[in-house]
């Protein structure tokens, strides 16, 4: 591999190549070298990996771990009040994606069953039901509205809400506390006071439930003795966290790609046995969930680079799943690509627990919204939409969009 490409300090986040792709310097590094140094905020000197087969020959191998507690896990996102790490995360009860097996292992097998093929099959028409009931309130007002508030946001919260037994009316809290813990330059103390008011409330609900179990996914787990309240308050975290962000930010930037690929959106009107396949190819050209950390526990080799005991290393899931090596055109939207083998949900024992619910919602909300607003456009200029380049899931912050009134 070639050494002569200059080392970045800090990851490139600005989206200089455009609204969808990674930034170029990511693209540019991941041609030269693909795993590469990378010198931390703190002066760490760690890694970056950006091609497809290392990213998955990196998340297969569990040598590469989650843990925050057996070494220092340094941040990219550090702001300047953040002192200096010198010691270890403690580890947060229940935040299984922060274990390794034997521990992961175990809370992860006990959410198996909530999250199931056959499982999501049977939800499949109820949230058919509340995109169209979303839809149907977004119908009634005045354009522009703003599709994040109105659509991308509400559907997902909806549906998590429901399988988790969390009432919908408490979202307001949770999703503005969620924005201020995904903030990227939020000062510390902001940031864990977020965290810290969503795990108490959390804590309250779970408490709630092990004491009067109702139907849902939190009560099943709060009837299993063997995991103890401040395990199910982490879990919960998690399960409402992922359930929400990461549909909301694909339905809002995936309708703001197909707005801009107006060629492939008239497909999808003309075909709507085409979304599947859409929905597939939008989780690989968006991967809204980009970089992932992990801490190399021995000196390990990957992709000819040798990584010291002790590195923390970045993955960056977006370069590798626009890897030209993997894909043909990686930088092109292809609604019938091939997709097979994306990374969008991870890879190895990691691999994402809700991807079989986020592809379901993701075919329920765009089959609706291109059905029910076959007129849909931007309310304003590409250039003008806010991008989230400041959270740790990518999106857009609000989506303008306008249709010809009915009549």
């Not at 995904?182 to 965290?195: H, W």
């Not at 849902?216 to 308050?233: F, G, H, K, P």
């Not at 950390?293 to 005991?309: C, N, V």
Request: glycine share 6%; charged share 25%; aromatic share 6%.
């Amino acid at each position: 591999m070639s050494s002569t490409v200059p080392v970045p300090h800090g990851l490139p986040t600005e989206r200089n190549a455009g609204p969808f792709d990674p930034p170029r310097e990511i693209t540019a590094l991941r041609a030269a070298r693909p795993v590469s140094p990378l010198v931390f905020p703190d002066g760490h000197e760690g890694w970056l990996v950006t091609g497809y087969e290392e990213v998955r020959q990196l998340l297969a191998d569990t040598r590469f771990s989650s843990r925050q507690d057996i070494g220092i896990l340094h941040a990219l996102d550090a702001s300047p009040d953040m002192p200096v790490q010198t010691e270890p995360s403690p580890q947060i009860p229940g935040m299984f994606i922060a274990m390794d097996p034997p521990q992961h292992t175990r809370l992860r097998r006990k959410l198996i069953s909530a999250f199931t093929v056959k499982r999501m099959k049977q939800l499949e028409e109820h949230i058919v039901e509340l995109a169209e009931r979303q839809l149907d309130e977004m119908a009634l007002l005045t354009p522009p509205v703003d599709l994040v508030r109105e659509f991308a946001l509400p559907l997902p919260s909806l549906v998590i809400c429901e399988m988790l037994g969390v009432p919908y009316a408490d979202r307001a809290t949770f999703q503005t506390n969620t924005a201020k813990f995904m903030l990227r330059d939020q000062a510390l103390e902001e940031k864990m006071a977020a965290y810290g008011a969503m795990m108490t409330y959390l804590a309250q609900l779970v408490a709630g439930k092990r004491a009067e179990p109702g139907d849902d996914i939190l009560s099943d787990l709060a009837r299993d003795e063997d995991l103890s309240i401040e395990e199910l308050t982490g879990i919960s975290f998690l399960l409402l966290l992922a359930g929400h962000e990461t549909t909301a930010n694909m339905l809002s930037l995936g309708t703001f790609a197909l707005l801009e690929h107006p060629e492939q959106l008239a497909e999808l009107h003309a075909d709507p046995d085409l979304v599947p396949g859409a929905v597939e190819e939008l989780l690989r050209y968006l991967t809204v969930a980009d970089i992932f950390y992990r801490y190399a526990t021995e000196d390990l080799e990957l992709g000819g680079e040798t990584i010291p005991a002790g590195s923390t290393v970045v993955v960056s899931l977006l370069a590798a799943n626009r890897d030209p090596r993997r894909f043909d055109d990686p930088d092109a939207l292809d609604i019938h690509r091939a997709t097979r083998g994306l990374v969008s949900f991870g890879h190895g024992v990691h691999q994402c627990l809700g991807q079989q619910l986020a592809r379901v919602e993701m075919r329920a909300g765009f089959a609706a919204l291109i059905r029910r607003f076959p007129g849909l456009t931007l309310a304003v200029p590409a250039s003008e939409v806010k991008l989230r380049t400041d959270m740790n899931i990518y999106g857009v912050h609000e989506l303008p969009v306008t249709w010809a009134p009915a009549g």
